[in-house]
């Protein structure tokens, strides 16, 4: 089974939860899809598994701020720190986390 092939059955597999694909895999190698393999892959990997965070959906979202990947609001997209770290305070609770929003 070819590395594309595996990635197609992953998608369709409901007992895989997240999927990471170690790059460079194929370089700068052409796809019929347009770009690069790598790119074709990348993007192939539904946002649902997208451990990495770097599917088209990601990266889309991140260009335009968008900070949630669903309509409802409820699952937030991995932001980036634009601002200073604050000073070290002591750890927050687990329901403090729980709580806590994008």
């Known amino acids: 089974m070819d590395l ?6 992953a998608n ?7 999927i990471m694909i170690y790059y460079p895999c194929f370089g700068n190698a052409p ?3 347009g770009g690069n393999m790598d790119d074709y892959l990348r993007d192939t990997v539904p ?3 997208d451990v990495e965070g770097l599917c088209y ?9 968008i900070r949630y990947i669903d309509t409802q609001v409820t ?3 991995a932001l980036i720190a634009s601002s200073p770290a604050p000073s070290p305070s002591p750890s ?3 329901s403090a986390l729980a709580d806590s929003t994008c």
Not at 4 to 9: P, Q, R, S, T
Not at 12 to 18: A, F
Not at 59 to 65: F, I
């Open 92 to 94: 927050p609770s687990p």
């Open 4 to 9: 594309e092939e595996a990635l197609m059955a």
């Open 31 to 33: 796809s019929f899809y």
């Open 57 to 65: 959906t990601y990266r889309h979202n991140l260009y335009h701020n």
């Open 75 to 77: 699952i937030c997209c």
């Open 47 to 49: 946002v649902e598994k």
């Open 12 to 18: 369709r597999d409901d007992s895989i939860h997240g």
